[in-house]
């Protein structure tokens, strides 16, 4: 796994429950794998994200914690990347949520177009 960012939880990030918002934290998992395809391509030119998948939350997220997003390439097809994203806490390294990011690259005409990794490299 390597670190792609980390994200303070401000109050402004939560739902009713005063817990983090399902919403806006599928957009830090997202940002968290599009820095992950990005590092692993060597570019973020021709790729775009096809879904968000299997995200779990497995505890409840509150202000004031930083939040810590890990990737790791999952799987590989020849025009998909499946990044998995690992959420934890950073002082305690709790997992807090789960979840896969699956990116397919195009070429010039938004066409898909292989991306020519494998998880070797």
Not at 3 to 12: C, D, I, N
Not at 62 to 67: R, V
Not at 93 to 117: E, I, M, Q, R, S
């Amino acid at each position: 796994m390597e670190l792609a960012t980390r994200q303070f939880v401000r109050p402004e990030a939560h739902n009713h429950h005063e817990t983090v918002y399902a919403g806006r934290l599928a957009d830090w998992m997202t940002e968290a794998a599009m820095i992950g395809v990005t590092k692993l391509l060597g570019r973020n030119d021709h790729v775009v994200l096809a879904a968000l998948r299997e995200v779990r939350i497995k505890k409840p997220m509150t202000a004031g914690m930083i939040l810590q997003f890990e990737y790791e390439a999952a799987k590989l097809g020849t025009t998909s990347i499946d990044i998995f994203v690992l959420v934890t806490d950073m002082l305690s390294g709790d997992c807090y949520a789960t979840g896969n990011a699956v990116f397919v690259t195009v070429d010039d005409a938004g066409k898909k177009a292989p991306h020519g990794l494998s998880l070797q490299n």
